[in-house]
């Protein structure tokens, strides 16, 4: 007789503006305050979310530690630090066969944007770095180095969707026994001035706070308050039999995907049609005598279009029975590639802790409450280019 397997998360590990471990980061979410403040870019202040200085001193010495990470980029640095927490909560052993996929939304986006400035100067005279340390691929290949892991490599992009495809491509190689330990998740660090002045030129970016609240998803003022945070968050995935779960054990219950066509530069329509694709892909996956999303981790980045098409796609599957819907974003920004493995983190400390954020401003629809324990939890992400992906998670048998 065969057994039931599940696909569970061992161990996780992050740096964000909201710490570099999981008592810093049980704090600030505990505190609730936004961790966003203005700096100088292209000669004018810009609000963003960037890591302490305190945690920057982190990344700094990962850097110096060899003589070959010395010309890395920051995505690489702080996946680098955020695989090894997890490998250590997981209790994996460096040298084991562990598969690592990393994805970005735009990689080294510090790197190429220096790079490209000294390529200007002179072309005739640029450094035999650049190649190497500027692909996407490198993120997860320094991360393996780094863990002296043998298993296969795999780096990819879809925008901001991207923390949840490395967690499916996780979740479908565990099933299908081509790993058997797999390290999941993304890296961002976009606070750039090229990276900050895209996200201007589309209109989208925050221009003032209200009162202390530079990004605020769902807000009913009706404005565009998107931020730029950044962050990496990773997470050692295997598969177990049912007899080795326990009430603490969270798991991977399923994962849905939607797409739709381009209709705009953002590529979201007004019905939040790829959400609802996405939602219907995952619930459907779930058994029919215990399918209840207890709560939402939204992915709401604080704009205008994207926010509405969420709610509204949250609606047209779930109608009156939506869930306690709640973000993190208000505190760190929009970390693209990233945002949904700091959401999932979120998510596992709401499920811990049995607490969430509620968002301290007016918003456009009514607050949630709840007062049931939350033992299943939903997080989504959305992308531009029109792809939504859409990821449950439960605590305990």
């Given at each position: 007789m065969s057994t039931k397997k599940y696909i569970v998360i061992k161990g996780f590990g992050s740096i964000s503006p909201l710490g570099a471990n999981s008592t810093e980061v049980d704090r600030a979410y505990c505190q609730g305050k936004p961790i966003i403040l203005p700096q100088l870019f292209n000669n004018s202040e810009v609000p963003v979310a960037a890591i302490s200085p305190e945690n920057e001193k982190l990344?700094?010495?990962?850097?110096?530690?060899?003589?070959?990470?010395?010309?890395?980029?920051?995505?690489?640095?702080?996946?680098?630090?955020a695989a090894r927490q997890a490998l250590q909560q997981?209790?994996?052993?460096?040298?084991?066969?562990?598969?690592?996929?990393?994805?970005?939304?735009?990689?080294?986006?510090?790197?190429?944007?220096?790079?490209?400035?000294?390529?200007?100067?002179?072309?005739?005279?640029?450094?035999?770095?650049?190649?190497?340390?500027?692909?996407?691929?490198?993120?997860?290949?320094?991360?393996?180095?780094?863990?002296?892991?043998?298993?296969?490599?795999?780096?990819?992009?879809?925008?901001?969707?991207?923390?949840?495809?490395?967690?499916?491509?996780?979740?479908?190689?565990?099933?299908?026994?081509?790993?058997?330990?797999?390290?999941?998740?993304?890296?961002?660090?976009?606070?750039?001035?090229?990276?900050?002045?895209?996200?201007?030129?589309?209109?989208?970016?925050a221009t003032q706070p209200k009162p202390e609240y530079w990004c605020r998803p769902l807000n009913k003022e009706k404005q565009n308050t998107f931020v730029l945070g950044e962050g990496a968050a990773l997470f050692a995935l295997e598969q177990v039999p049912e007899s080795e779960l326990s009430p603490e054990t969270i798991i991977l219950e399923a994962i849905g995907f939607g797409f739709e066509k381009i209709t705009s530069k953002t590529g979201i329509s007004p019905e939040g049609s790829n959400f609802q694709k996405a939602i219907r892909n995952a619930t459907q996956a779930l058994s029919v005598n215990d399918s209840t999303i207890d709560a939402v981790v939204l992915h709401a980045p604080g704009t205008v279009a994207g926010d509405a098409a969420e709610i509204y796609a949250l609606k047209a599957v779930f109608g009156r029975n939506l869930s306690l819907v709640t973000s993190n974003k208000f505190l760190i920004g929009h970390t693209l590639g990233a945002s949904a493995a700091l959401s999932l983190e979120y998510a596992l400390w709401i499920l811990q802790h049995q607490q969430y954020t509620t968002f301290p401003y007016p918003i456009f629809i009514e607050q949630s409450k709840r007062t049931n324990p939350i033992r299943r939890i939903m997080i989504l992400a959305a992308g531009f280019g029109g792809n939504a992906s859409a990821l449950i998670v439960r605590k305990g048998i």
């Open positions: 990344v700094t010495s990962i850097q110096q530690e060899n003589r070959l990470y010395r010309n890395l980029d920051r995505t690489v640095l702080m996946a680098i630090h997981a209790g994996w052993k460096q040298e084991e066969e562990i598969a690592v996929n990393i994805g970005s939304s735009r990689g080294a986006t510090s790197l190429f944007e220096q790079y490209y400035q000294d390529f200007q100067k002179d072309p005739n005279h640029i450094s035999s770095q650049i190649s190497p340390t500027t692909t996407l691929g490198n993120i997860s290949s320094w991360v393996a180095n780094d863990l002296s892991t043998e298993g296969p490599v795999i780096s990819h992009s879809v925008t901001c969707s991207t923390a949840l495809q490395a967690l499916a491509n996780g979740f479908a190689w565990l099933q299908s026994g081509m790993a058997f330990r797999f390290l999941a998740g993304a890296a961002e660090a976009p606070l750039t001035p090229f990276t900050i002045a895209q996200m201007r030129a589309i209109g989208i970016y």
